[in-house]
């Protein structure tokens, strides 16, 4: 096969698999957030849905939180970004403890560091 190379394509696979925020910051995020989701609301809204959309923008915020947690990286910063966020001492040492299993952390922990309000004054929009 003409211009297939084993060493480009096990590039391409390990960037593609390696990706996780794509090097966007949570504001990036929730700009992004706030041009579709707008339109998504506004085709599902005959649905009589509510609590799809309540679970939605929580797994939406879910999903943001374990973002941020990816940005930070390491403990020593998760602990010094959640205190500066106004979180508890304790909570912070225990989403801090779990740095390298960001996404298994403590959800009451994280809730209250970074609660709704925090993602309303980003500007994420909410679907319900």
């Given at each position: ?26 504001p990036?995020?929730a700009e992004?957030?706030?041009v579709y ?7 599902f ?6 609590r ?13 939180r ?6 930070w990286?390491?403990?020593t910063?998760?602990?010094?970004e ?23 952390n ?11 309000a ?11």
């Amino acid at each position: 096969m003409a211009g297939w190379s084993w060493s480009a394509t096990r590039a391409r696979r390990k960037a593609g698999r390696y990706r996780r925020s794509g090097g966007r910051s949570l504001p990036e995020v929730a700009e992004r957030l706030r041009v579709y989701m707008p339109g998504w609301k506004a085709y599902f809204q005959l649905a009589q849905t509510p609590r799809v959309f309540r679970d939605l923008d929580a797994w939406i915020r879910h999903r943001l939180r374990a973002v941020q947690l990816k940005h930070w990286r390491r403990g020593t910063t998760m602990y010094r970004e959640l205190k500066a966020m106004g979180a508890s001492e304790a909570d912070a040492r225990k989403v801090a403890a779990n740095s390298r299993c960001w996404w298994r952390n403590r959800r009451m922990a994280l809730n209250r560091a970074m609660p709704i309000a925090y993602f309303d004054r980003l500007g994420v929009p909410r679907l319900s």
